[in-house]
């Protein structure tokens, strides 16, 4: 009767971690794909990725290599997804980034309803140029997006680093390079060993 006892206990203990896994149910993080999307809730007083039928389901601010930094006064270009949900097209005619940066769009950028426009590709079309602060990564830039028919939406946009995802961005101008790790004493004494 004891043996049997303590096989029902083990068994208990086995599935009970199991059991405690499945109570999260099929709404939990971890049963969603994760895909960054920085830009999805750093609108100002909004929700749902945008305001005024502007959506942008993502946006950064391409910072320096992991361990690196943008120099002050330097430049970071801005990559934006936008979808314009109104009945018209419309244009993003400026940006503006307040006391961080002069932000410069190329040519106002074209919004044809319904279509999903990169600003990025095939080179970036918005820059910030005469940055205030050195970035390494991490920060937030608030930036007002002036259109011809929606107005101004505001948004904090992150600076990311320029590795995982986005390691095969072309590198922003004026970035320092990452330090390179130096030897250790104890790499030097076994090498010279050999």
């Not at 971890?30 to 929700?47: I, W």
């Not at 970071?76 to 980034?97: C, R």
């Amino acid at each position: 009767m004891t043996r049997r006892r303590w096989i029902v206990a083990a068994a208990v203990f086995l599935v009970a971690p199991v059991l405690a896994g499945c109570s999260a149910g099929f709404d939990a993080n971890t049963n969603k794909p994760y895909a960054p999307n920085e830009a999805g809730v750093l609108f100002d007083q909004a929700k749902n990725y945008g305001m005024h039928g502007i959506q942008i389901p993502q946006a950064f601010i391409l910072g320096p290599d992991s361990g690196a930094q943008l120099a002050w006064r330097g430049s970071a270009p801005v990559y934006l997804n936008i979808l314009n949900t109104n009945g018209a097209s419309d244009t993003l005619t400026a940006v503006s980034a307040g006391t961080v940066a002069t932000a410069k769009v190329a040519a106002p950028i074209q919004l044809p309803s319904n279509q999903l426009v990169n600003t990025g590709k095939p080179s970036p079309q918005i820059m910030l140029e005469g940055i205030s602060k050195a970035l390494r990564g991490g920060e937030s830039i608030h930036l007002d997006l002036q259109f011809a028919n929606a107005g101004v939406v505001s948004m904090n946009v992150p600076v990311v680093t320029r590795s995982r995802e986005f390691k095969d961005y072309p590198p922003a101008p004026n970035a320092t390079a990452a330090p390179t790790p130096s030897p250790s004493a104890s790499a030097e004494a076994t090498e010279a060993a050999h």
